[in-house]
Each structure stands twice: as structure tokens, then as C-alpha cells.
């Protein structure tokens, strides 16, 4: 499919033209992306849903977004769920809460990743589970997420790039992030820990300084880099350790860390 028209379609709804009334483009523009969003094609379908979150605060583009959250494939399914915290309306809270249950390990973490936008703390559940591989106390896992949680090749299957678009963390940038394609667990992992560094829940900042000790240094750097953007001084017992770390990457997070944690203000 040319994407020319999707993207003028786009910027019409904005800045409509001189020479036709806005109205008129903006009605034609949607018919664009319902039509695409209905296309019998599963790329058309998830570009098209992908192209709603740029209809912030916008409800009929919600509306359309939730219904493709119950669409046959997986990648338009997650698109769906992505353009839902991107067009920002809280209504959409119980669709994404309910997509959870998705069999997809790549559409709960879009859902979660949306949640979180939106400002819902259900999604530290999901980053929750990822890092350490057990539930909250007594909070029951969803069934994708167990699945993930007994098969980590359901990790992989989010992808890389979804994995670093949890946001890198202090010493360590893209580049070097990178070169561990091989290893698609750690990321996703590594990336779930900084999602807790904003979870008020002690049981996350267990987490965290459980994390510090991983066999993977990819999971440690981010844990000690959560930490530190937690701003939790009580962590600092955990954090000390690092300091002679084998890594020098967890060793120089681990150092700022502690120099933030001691010279901050106290939480």
C-alpha cells in the first residue's frame, strides 16, 4: 500500500487547505483510515491502527484502536494497544486492562507499556513478573504471562527494538545495547527493571536490589540504574556490592548511583 495518501490524509486533519474547508478532508481522511484499518492485509491493518496514535485525545480514533485490540493478528493487536496510550484517553483503561490476557507476549507488553502511559499502575504487574519471574504477593499472573514466564523464547518473540523501546538507562547506549541481539531475554528483562524504578510498591524495590545480583550484567546495570532513579536510599546496601563488580558498566552505574542515592534528597 503507498503511504503518501495515509500521510496526507494526516496532515489535513491539521491544517486542512485555503481552497477546501477542513471538514471536508478531515471526512475524507478518516474513510482513509477506517478503510485501512479494515484492509485484508495485516501490515495495511497495523499502519493504519499505528497511524491513530497520532490522533491525541481524539475518541473515535480510541474507539477504533480498541476494537483492533481484538484483531486475528498479533502485530495489529499491539499496534492497537500502542496507539491507545499514544492518543491518551483514559476511557481506554479497561480494553487495555482486558488485553492483558492476550496469548501474545509482544501485545501484553504493548498493553502494559500503554497502561503505564495512561497513567494505570496494573502494567507494574506485567514488568513485575518479567524481572523476577514470580508474582506480586497475592496477585495471580495472567496466562500469557506465565507462559512467558515457563518459555523466555516468548520473551524473544516481543523483538529487540520493542525490548530497547523501554527506554536505555545510564551506561548503556544504544550502541552497545545492541551488539547483545543474541540475547533476547536480558533486554526485555533489564528493560522491565527500569520500568519499577517509578512503582511506589516496596515489593518493586525488593525487586530491584534482588536484581543486582543477576547472572546477567545487562539485568544488574539496569537494576542499579532503576535504583537510582528511584531515589529509595534504603537501597543503598544493594547498590554498595556493584561497586566491584566484573563489569565496568554495572561498576560505573553502580557509582552514580550512590552518589546520587547519598547526595539526593532523601525519599
Known amino acids: 500500500m503507498n503511504c503518501v495518501p495515509l500521510l496526507t490524509a494526516l496532515c489535513l486533519l491539521s491544517i ?4 477546501s474547508p477542513a471538514p471536508a478532508h478531515s471526512a475524507r481522511a478518516w474513510t482513509i483510515l477506517e478503510q485501512g484499518a479494515a ?3 495485516e501490515d495495511t491493518r497495523a499502519r ?3 497511524s491513530l496514535g497520532l490522533l491525541v ?12 485490540l481484538k484483531d486475528g493478528e498479533p502485530a495489529v493487536r499491539a499496534a492497537a494497544a500502542t ?8 476511557t481506554a483503561t479497561p480494553a487495555l486492562t482486558s488485553a492483558l490476557h492476550d496469548s501474545e507476549a509482544g501485545v501484553v507488553f504493548a498493553c502494559a ?28 499472573l495472567v496466562e500469557s504471562q506465565l507462559k512467558m514466564l515457563k518459555d523466555p523464547e516468548a520473551l524473544a518473540r516481543i523483538g529487540f527494538e520493542q525490548g530497547i523501546g523501554f527506554i536505555p538507562f545510564g551506561g548503556i ?10 540475547d533476547n531475554v536480558s533486554p526485555v528483562r533489564a528493560a522491565a527493571a527500569q520500568r519499577l524504578a517509578a512503582d511506589p510498591d516496596p515489593a518493586s524495590g525488593r525487586a530491584l536490589a534482588s536484581a543486582t545480583t543477576d547472572e546477567k550484567w545487562l539485568v544488574r546495570a539496569s537494576a542499579v540504574s532503576a535504583i537510582a532513579a528511584r531515589g529509595d536510599r534504603a537501597l543503598v546496601s544493594a547498590v554498595v556490592p556493584r561497586l566491584d563488580d566484573e563489569n565496568e558498566t554495572v561498576r560505573f552505574n553502580a557509582a552514580a548511583a550512590i552518589v546520587r542515592l547519598e547526595n539526593g534528597p532523601a525519599r
Open 113 to 140: 507499556s500503554s497502561l503505564l502511559r495512561l497513567g494505570d499502575a496494573t502494567a507494574y504487574r506485567v514488568y513485575y513478573a518479567v524481572l523476577t519471574g514470580e508474582r506480586k504477593t497475592g496477585e495471580p
Open 16 to 19: 486542512g487547505t485555503e481552497a
Open 48 to 50: 493504519a491502527v499505528e
Open 173 to 182: 547506549g544504544l550502541t552497545v545495547f545492541k551488539s547483545f541481539r543474541a
Open 39 to 41: 484492509s485484508g492485509s
Open 83 to 90: 496507539a491507545l496510550g499514544q492518543i491518551g484517553l483514559k
Open 57 to 68: 485525545k481524539y475518541d473515535p480514533a480510541r474507539k477504533l484502536a480498541e476494537s483492533k
